[in-house]
């Protein structure tokens, strides 16, 4: 459930209709096999971060996890990169995004690839993790930090779900030098409406 004007507006900013069935409409037009799809099928839509499923392999790698490891995916969006994990590590992952109609998606797109044993989507905001403390081996996320203001809050919450040794993967946009940012970019319209490009 969304509580407040300024989470919606960034769920609005992302979602688009019923995504899921606009994808499988498009794939089948590909020539896709839309009953029996791989990751790599779905990477042009579904990885939805600068480099695409190139970043997501070499932060698989990167992270060094362990088959089978429970995976928590922070602003995991459609579930690309859960389903990376899921078919080339065996792992559990967890997908969590403030976007119904990406968590929605995300579950008719994974039935479709054949993982729904070891993906699942719950719709959530990031600052509040609907997990008990020391849920996860590890934690995973790619790009959601840019719309999210209170950066403590956030990797507090990360941490908190976090079993003790556990692991934060991150692949994330960070200011830098590179400032005033040149709108609109992927994650935000316009610089001061919606306000909430917190890189
Ligand atoms: C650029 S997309 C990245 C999606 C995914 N991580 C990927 O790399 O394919 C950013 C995602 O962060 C989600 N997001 C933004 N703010 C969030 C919050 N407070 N809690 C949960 N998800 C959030 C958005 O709904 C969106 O799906």
Same mark, same amino acid.
């Given at each position: 459930m969304i509580t407040t004007d300024k989470l919606q507006q960034v769920a609005n900013h992302y979602e688009r209709g019923d995504v899921g069935a606009r994808i499988l409409a498009a794939l089948a037009a590909a020539g896709k096999p839309v009953d029996a799809l791989t990751p790599d099928d779905l990477a042009p839509v579904d990885q939805f971060h600068i480099r695409g499923p190139l970043a997501t392999r070499e932060l698989l790698h990167l992270a060094e996890l362990t088959e089978g490891s429970t995976v928590l995916d922070v #602003?995991?969006?459609? #579930?690309g990169p859960a389903r990376v994990l899921a078919s080339e590590l065996g792992c559990h992952v967890t997908v969590l995004d403030l976007a119904e109609a990406f968590c929605q998606a995300g579950e008719l797109l994974t039935a479709r690839t054949g993982l729904q044993a070891f993906v699942t989507f719950r719709q959530g905001n990031a600052l509040d993790l609907p997990f008990p403390d020391e849920s996860f081996d590890a934690v995973w996320t790619q790009? $959601? $930090?840019?719309?999210?203001?209170d950066k403590q809050q956030l990797y507090r919450e990360m941490a908190r779900v976090l079993r003790p040794g556990g692991k934060l993967a991150f692949n994330e946009i960070l200011a830098g030098a590179g400032q005033p940012l040149h709108f609109p970019v992927p994650w935000a319209s316009h610089a001061n409406n919606p306000p909430w490009a917190y890189i």
């Open positions: #602003g995991g969006g459609l #579930g790009h $959601s $930090s840019m719309n999210i203001e």
